[in-house]
C-alpha cells in the first residue's frame, strides 16, 4: 500500500499563488506516475498535472503555464505550484498515484480545498 498526505491548499485572491505538497509513504517502489487531480462542487474529478518517475509531465489546457508540477524522488514529495490563480480553480485537490503497468490512478490522497475569490 501507500500513503498520499496532501498540504498547502487554502484561501486566496485571484492572481495569487498557492504551492500544494504531497508526502508519499509506504510501498514507494512501486510508483511510477504520480499526479494532481481537482474537482469542484457538481463536476466530475479532472486531471491537472501529472509527472512520471523520469520527469515528463502533462498538464491540463487550462492549467498550462500557470501550473507547475514537481517531484522528488528522494523525498518522495510531490508539489504543484499555481500561480496565477482564478476563481474557476476553486476546487479540492488531490493528489494520486500510478502503479506501473497500470492505466489509471491507484491511490489518493485524502484532498486538500483550494478556494480562489474574486
Known amino acids: 500500500q501507500v500513503q498520499l498526505v496532501e498540504s498547502g491548499g487554502g484561501l486566496v485572491q485571484a492572481g495569487g499563488s498557492l504551492r500544494l505538497s504531497c508526502a508519499a509513504s509506504?510501498?514507494?517502489?512501486?510508483?511510477?506516475?504520480m499526479g494532481w487531480y481537482r474537482q469542484a462542487p457538481g463536476k466530475e474529478r479532472e486531471l491537472v498535472a501529472a509527472?512520471?518517475?523520469?520527469?515528463?509531465?502533462v498538464y491540463a489546457d487550462s492549467v498550462k503555464g500557470r501550473f507547475t508540477i514537481s517531484r522528488d524522488n528522494a523525498k518522495n514529495t510531490l508539489c504543484l505550484q499555481m500561480n496565477s490563480l482564478k476563481p474557476e480553480d476553486t476546487a479540492m485537490y488531490y493528489c494520486?498515484?500510478?502503479?506501473?503497468?497500470?492505466?489509471?490512478?491507484?491511490?489518493w490522497g485524502q484532498g486538500t480545498q483550494v478556494t480562489v475569490s474574486s
Open positions: 494520486a498515484a500510478r502503479k506501473a503497468g497500470n492505466t489509471g490512478p491507484d491511490y
Open positions: 509506504g510501498r514507494i517502489f512501486s510508483i511510477n506516475a
Open positions: 509527472i512520471s518517475s523520469g520527469g515528463s509531465t
